[in-house]
């Protein structure tokens, strides 16, 4: 995440807004036609984290020479398309006329390399299933970190657009090639020699299957393809204002991913041995855990994003903030209330929750799309988007307790933090209004700072004497781990 909010300011300055709405574009256009890699990986973690907690290792390695095959048919079904339609793709996008031609080689590349790439998902899986998910994450962060280094060292030796594709290659082989020879330290010797799968096994993984590719084109439709919509409907330099805001936003989603992936992988060990207690109390440290740091983020960003701009991409940028505030209003109800819950459903295998919860949300926002876009311009398709996800949230939690005896213990906190979170994103915008009008940036940097610190002590101190967040639990988060012990 580092790497990436450096690479930002990089980008504008040397493509400006509109060349970097259009770099978005591209990645989301790429991202689109590799909607199916999160359903490979998520179905293999949970079938080889399932295969794991009952020692299962001749499935283990059925599973991985399945996912790579199911990984090369994609790649033949989707990459020719991409090659033969690309000049119409980059015509539909509104990409910029000086990078088009570029476009024309880099878009394809991407794409392909993407699909391909899934063969770095499949070994991820398997070393998430292993309960060694902190070794996946490593490994891609490296390998992102990689990937932006290179752009924005591109980028200041003049190679323009095609910084992106130099990035991209490298994190593809670094990735594919470092989290392979984990997998081969973790679980041993194994066949990657592609297999079709049974009939058996695909009737044993359709519903879960089914399940995850709704929940992809749930999260296409609010991401990649509001970056379309606001390319196609207004212009790339929009995308470029959403690509500012979404960055800042996506620091509220990554504090639940720190925690999705070992939560998944434990719950189905967990669940395999058939220790209920344990999922319970899986559930609540996790979403007491995630309440906490994710309203914090949420109110900083809300409270203090334009100097947050300021300081990071050298100037001010207005149009962000209408989309900051419309992401932060999603994102935070979305990710506090099903953070946990979607995490443990998904290890135990429980599908029907989260389906109806992910049909809710994509025909919901497919409706407000339809109703705001005319109503609101491009933003409306931000504004469906985080509408929709709310709304769906709040089903969701609905449906769970209804369905499990999973305790409201932990629900019942999340609830009441997004209430203290609403008070003090207002004490955050008092804040940033008294002090906004000194322009010195020494003064910035230095006010920034002792108001950030005023909202910690402020924020801690009312989840504290408001019971939502204990001491023991606090003390909990600093050792918090998803060992099956």
Known sequence: MVVSFLSVPVIVNKLGIEGYGAWETIIAIAAIGNIFQT???????????????IKDFKSVEQYIRIGICVTLLLFLIITPPAWIFRADLVQLFNIPVQYATVALWIMPTIIG??????????????????????ATTLTLAVSSSINYAIIITCLILGAGFWSLLFGFIAQFVISNISLYCIARKIIGKFNITPIFP?????????????FMVLGVLSVTLRDQTDKIVLASAASPEWTGYYGIAVRLASLVTIMCTFFYAPTV???????????????????????????????????VLAGFHKWIILLWVGRPVPEASVILYWLLFGHTIAVILTGSGSSVCKGIGIIKIETIYIIVGLLLNIFLKFTLVPLMGAVGTVASSS???????????????????????????????????????????????????????????????????????????????????PWKTIKKAKTVNFKRA
């Open 39 to 53: 359903v490979i990986s998520g179905t293999l973690l949970w079938l080889i984290s399932n295969a794991y907690g």
């Open 198 to 210: 049974s009939r058996d096994m695909l009737r044993k993984v359709a519903p879960y299957v089914g």
């Open 265 to 299: 992988a434990a719950a189905g060990a967990i669940h395999s041995e058939g220790n209920w207690q344990g999922i319970y109390r899986l559930y609540t440290d996790v979403i007491s855990v995630i309440s906490f740091l994710v309203g914090f983020v949420v109110i």
């Open 387 to 469: 509408l929709s996800w709310a709304a769906s949230s709040i089903v969701f939690v609905v449906l769970l307790h209804r369905a499990t005896d999973i305790p409201t213990t932990g629900t019942i906190r999340a609830i009441k933090t997004l209430f203290v979170i609403a008070l003090n994103v207002y004490i955050s915008w008092w804040l940033s209004g008294f002090t906004i009008s000194h322009t010195g940036q020494s003064f910035h940097v230095s006010s920034l700072f002792f108001a950030l610190v005023f909202v910690l002590v402020s924020y801690t101190s009312m989840m504290i004497l408001s019971g939502i967040i």
């Open 113 to 134: 390399l993407a699909i391909i790439g899934t063969f770095s998902q499949v070994m991820g899986a398997a070393i998430g299933g292993f309960q060694r998910a902190g």
